[in-house]
């Protein structure tokens, strides 16, 4: 691994809960917030996949990670465990990195279809930000919100429309919070990544017959930079907007993508040159991974 460019205490006195943290760069992010000194809690569905990231993380940062089985589609479960977890110390900082996606004809949704992305991401994140707020604002504490999104939240998303329509919502209240409760000191930015492969993500978005055909799909040479991110870079951004002395930096979305959303129309657009045949390969695609990730919940 590379080597940080910050201290290793920059975060010393932190607690920062990140949703999705068992996994891909929410797993990366928190692994980086314990290797400097803060406090780590990590929300997600599998209890066991959450279980064996903070034992992992633990042992390569020696730091304090904290596994909690937490679905945000439930605002109950949400509210729970954001009580459970301010009972014992208040949170210095938020990172809201559960997400979901899928590739799709728009036509082709169902309410349902839209649903399972926005329950996740539309009103997930924006259950636990107030579920964190209100409490920051009750006990008089200062806090920091990250919201992952995308830099479809500005060019939009052909075939993943209802994560660029739930994103832009979550950059909206990114906007919109860093003005209301800014006289409050809570600040609040988010980070829009291009694509920074991770396992789950990566399949369902681009299967892997799919990206032969079209030449790589979302790789390297649609990017200016020729290249997919590290998760460490990304890494680096969130420890920089974690630190105290970030404090003045409130409202922004900081695209970090390689120059990518600057001359494309979105990462998927050069889908609208597949067939009927490509899509329903999607779909079983789809289909097969969904089975795969059902079955290891229930082991």
């Known amino acids: 691994m590379a080597k940080s460019m910050f ?7 932190h607690r920062i809960l990140v949703t999705g943290g068992g996994t891909g760069l929410g797993r990366s992010m928190a692994e980086a917030f314990a290797a400097h000194g803060a406090e780590v809690v990590i929300w997600g569905r599998r209890g066991q996949v959450l279980e064996e ?11 304090t990670v904290t596994p909690m089985a937490v679905d945000i589609r439930n605002a109950g479960q949400i509210d ?6 301010f009972d014992e110390k208040p949170l210095t900082g938020l990172v809201n990195n559960a997400a979901g996606n899928f590739i799709s004809r728009t036509e082709d949704l169902s309410a349902n279809a839209f649903n399972a992305i926005a329950s996740i991401v539309a009103h997930g994140t924006f259950n636990t930000t107030v579920a964190a707020g209100r409490r920051w604002i009750a006990g008089g504490h200062r806090g920091n919100i990250l919201s992952i999104v995308t830099t479809w939240v500005w060019n939009g998303s052909a075939f993943t ?9 979550v950059a909206a209240m990114t906007r919109s919070l860093a003005v209301e ?6 600040r609040a930015n988010a980070i829009a990544p291009g694509p920074f492969p991770t396992k789950g993500a990566w399949e369902r978005l681009m299967p892997a017959p799919l990206a032969a055909k079209l030449g790589g799909g979302t790789g390297a040479d649609d990017i200016p930079l020729r290249r997919l991110g590290d998760h460490f870079e990304l890494a680096q951004l969130a420890l920089f907007l974690m630190a105290d002395e970030c404090e003045y930096l409130t409202g922004e979305i900081i695209a970090i993508d390689g120059g990518q959303w600057l001359v494309s129309a979105g990462n998927f657009s050069q889908f609208t040159r597949l067939d009927a045949a ?20 229930t082991t």
């Open 7 to 13: 201290r290793p205490d920059l975060l010393a006195g």
């Open 161 to 169: 429309v209802p994560s660029a329509m739930s994103k832009a919502g």
């Open 80 to 85: 729970e465990a954001m009580q459970a977890i």
């Open 278 to 297: 490509d899509w329903e390969m999607i779909g079983q695609a789809i289909r097969a991974t969904n089975q795969q990730d059902r079955a290891q919940r």
């Open 53 to 63: 990231a903070a034992a992992e993380m633990r042992e390569a940062t020696g730091g």
């Open 181 to 186: 409760w800014g006289p409050k000191g809570i």
